[in-house]
């Protein structure tokens, strides 16, 4: 069996729900930011990884440059109050100077980027970019996953989740291999990628939801 309606009304359905949790938790990220940091009008953000969707919810006049793949972050709005400058690039080889920001922002981004020296370059990257910075990614212990919104799936056998991004490969190739290349990390990792940051757990129903790693 490779899909069918049954298959798409269950990936149509999987994708509101992805979308409505994804608003729910990036303005409760955002909120958290915002009172974390203290934002004042025009300071100097890199956002690697992010998008400006993510910045929409904050009502300080910032100056943020946001670095993403080609193609992978959207025009800024028409309309907006940050001043803002999307860059094609690698966040983990930017380019910029060592402390040319006043904060460096990091949102569900290294979990993505590859290996282990992927991610420690991404980790060097944001230590070197700014004085302060703020970065999160989704924990393995949260009942539903971040990305597929499968429950527990960090915990099935490697076989059954190969199976399942077959199907969806079929489907939707894009999302199915970001979900592929995906790499949770511990909190562990975290605190060795970032050893001067302050580590913090975000929860949600009691449950561990992603780690933050900060230095503010």
Avoid at 76 to 96: K, N, Q, R, V, Y
Avoid at 142 to 160: C, Q, T, V
Wanted: net charge positive.
């Amino acid at each position: 069996m490779t899909g069918g309606p049954m298959f798409d009304t269950t990936t149509r359905l999987s994708f509101r729900m992805r979308g409505a949790f994804s608003r729910d938790s990036r303005s409760a990220r955002m909120q958290w930011l915002r009172e974390a940091v203290a934002p004042h009008p025009g300071l100097r953000v890199v956002d690697l990884g992010g998008t400006p969707k993510f910045w929409a919810g904050c009502p300080v006049p910032l100056d943020i440059t946001i670095v993403n793949l080609p193609g992978a972050s959207p025009t800024p709005p028409a309309s907006t109050h940050h001043t803002m400058t999307l860059i094609e690039g690698d966040g983990c080889d930017t380019g910029f100077d060592d402390g040319q920001f006043d904060l460096a922002v990091s949102n569900s981004v290294i979990e993505h980027v590859g290996d282990a020296g992927r991610r420690a370059a991404l980790a060097h990257e944001v230590r070197r970019l700014a004085p302060r910075y703020w970065v999160q990614t989704p924990s393995i212990w949260f009942p539903i996953e971040a990305h597929s919104l499968m429950p527990g799936w960090w915990f099935y056998p490697a076989p059954l989740r190969a199976w399942f991004i077959r199907r969806w490969r079929r489907r939707l190739p894009a999302w199915s291999r970001m979900v592929e290349e995906t790499t949770v990390l511990s909190r562990r990792e975290m605190a060795a990628l970032f050893p001067d940051a302050t580590m913090h757990t975000e929860r949600r129903f009691g449950l561990p939801k992603s780690y933050v790693a900060m230095r503010l």
